[in-house]
T-cell receptor, first 115, second 113 residues
């Protein structure tokens, strides 16, 4: 039969405000955690990543926080703009011997920026 | 970062037929990855394709349903075989960007009727 699609959680933010998108991960062996932005009709676009031995990393208008104790990752977007409207995915990357690597995506969050 | 060209960008196919999706990268890469994104959902890894060896499939995906070719370091194809409406999804190829995140193609939006 047909599969039922999940409805992505939605975060609505006023333009100019800060946005915080949260994500829980499961794999303690992941060596990188990554945030992607996916606009309608496009593939995911890399935003920022953080190595597992760090707890904070800043980019341009974005900050990623990693809390390994509770396996939690967040993306903060400062001064949110209409162009930030998209679906945001967290992902975890695991590397192994022989060049093995695997990126696993979490559930996404739809960010709606209200002008 | 690498630039990925994926085609077709979309297609509508009859059930029972097969569709081959092509992924071309502008630089040589060791590993290419194929993902599926069902409507309103996250991305699920189908398989990892290394040049010169058989693809490695994730749990729930089999070679007979999703055969993959990787003839060289810049190209890969994914075939969706004997399609049913449940196969309606976006299919994406990606390549690793070193130790960090991956670069994705724009995806193939497949509708099976």
């Amino acid at each position: 039969g047909e599969s039922v699609g999940l409805h992505l959680p939605t975060l609505s933010v006023q333009e100019g405000d800060n946005s915080i998108i949260n994500c829980a991960y499961s794999n303690s062996a992941s060596d990188y955690f990554i945030w992607y932005k996916q606009e309608s009709g496009k593939g995911p676009q890399f935003i920022i990543d953080i190595r597992s031995n760090m707890d904070k990393r800043q980019g341009q208008r974005v900050t990623v926080l990693l809390n390994k104790t509770v396996k939690h990752l967040s993306l903060q977007i400062a001064a949110t703009q209409p162009g930030d409207s998209a679906v945001y995915f967290c992902a975890e990357k695991e590397s192994g011997s022989g060049g093995y690597q695997k990126v696993t995506f979490g559930t996404g969050t739809k960010l709606q920026v209200i002008p | 970062s690498a630039v990925i060209s994926q085609k077709p960008s979309r297609d509508i196919c009859q059930r029972g037929t097969s569709l081959t999706i092509q992924c071309q990268v502008d630089s040589q890469v060791t590993m290419m990855f194929w993902y599926r994104q069902q409507p309103g959902q996250s991305l699920t890894l189908i398989a990892t394709a290394n040049q010169g060896s058989e693809a490695t499939y994730e749990s729930g995906f089999v070679i007979d349903k999703f055969p993959i070719s990787r003839p060289n370091l810049t190209f890969s194809t994914l075939t969706v075989s004997n399609m049913s409406p449940e196969d309606s999804s976006i299919y994406l190829c990606s390549v690793g960007a070193g130790a960090r995140g991956y670069t994705f193609g724009s995806g193939t939006r497949l509708t099976v009727v």
